[in-house]
């Protein structure tokens, strides 16, 4: 069994919908990663957490420990969006500490 | 804004040839990583790296790579005899330290013929 899993693994949508990608993770975390892929393979980090929610702009990342869960929302989507959006979690408090990742979710956005 | 930077972003290279792949963390991290995406696959750990010494290595980080921060500034990895299941992207990442954000690399797409 996967340590993360992200769900769904392929999303289309129109563009100015409300966007939900989800997480799950079977480990004890210290963090939590949203980060995206470009086609052109470019890792950027989104959002770090370990509690609550997260907002950055159109994006909204929240986090429910107990019940070892994220998501990641988009609103208001747009075609400049269309990327995967890959979870990762890092656990252990000693150490570097080295994200294991989920498989990413492939999402389109069509204008 | 500080960057990762790696070197090259492409590389072709024949099996049983020795490659380096080299990366610049930001400058005033202390954690280093390698990572490695397969075609098609998920991202996977290869090697942690922090006070000049390897922290934690993954099953796939065998006797045919290794990593070394010769000058302070860059992060290598070489791998001794590629192997055409070598061919990937290779992602560098630095932290400042341990409760802190990770930074990537554009990647190094490794091509093994």
């Known amino acids: 069994k996967n340590e993360v899993e992200q769900s769904p693994q392929n999303l289309t949508a129109q563009e100015g919908e409300f966007i939900t990608i989800n997480c799950s993770y079977s480990?004890?975390?210290?963090?939590l990663h949203w980060l995206q892929q470009h086609p052109g393979g470019g890792i950027v980090s989104l959002f770090m957490?370990?509690?609550g929610k997260k907002k950055h702009g159109r994006l909204i990342a929240t986090i429910n420990i107990q019940e070892k869960h994220s998501s990641l929302h988009i609103t208001a989507s747009h075609p400049r969006d269309s990327a995967v959006y890959i979870c990762?979690?890092?656990?252990?408090?000693?150490?570097?500490?080295?994200?294991?990742f989920g498989q990413g979710t492939r999402l389109t956005i069509n204008p | 804004e500080p960057e990762v930077t790696q070197t090259p972003s492409h590389q072709v290279t024949q099996m049983g040839q020795e490659v380096i792949l080299r990366c610049v963390p930001i400058?005033?991290?202390?954690?280093f990583y390698w990572y490695r995406q397969i075609l098609g696959q998920k991202v996977e750990f290869l090697v942690s790296?922090?006070?000049?010494?390897?922290?934690?290595k993954s099953e796939i980080f065998d006797d045919q790579f290794s990593v070394e921060r010769p000058d302070g500034s860059n992060f290598t990895l070489k791998i001794r005899s590629t192997k055409l299941e070598d061919s990937a992207m290779y992602f560098c990442?630095?932290?400042?330290?341990?409760?802190?954000?990770?930074?990537f690399g554009q990647g190094t797409r490794l091509t093994v013929v």
């Open positions: 990442a630095s932290r400042r330290d341990r409760g802190t954000e990770a930074f």
């Open positions: 480990v004890g975390i210290s963090a």
């Open positions: 957490l370990s509690s």
């Open positions: 990762a979690v890092r656990s252990g408090l000693q150490g570097a500490q080295k994200l294991v």
């Open positions: 400058s005033n991290h202390l954690y």
């Open positions: 790296f922090y006070n000049n010494e390897i922290s934690e």
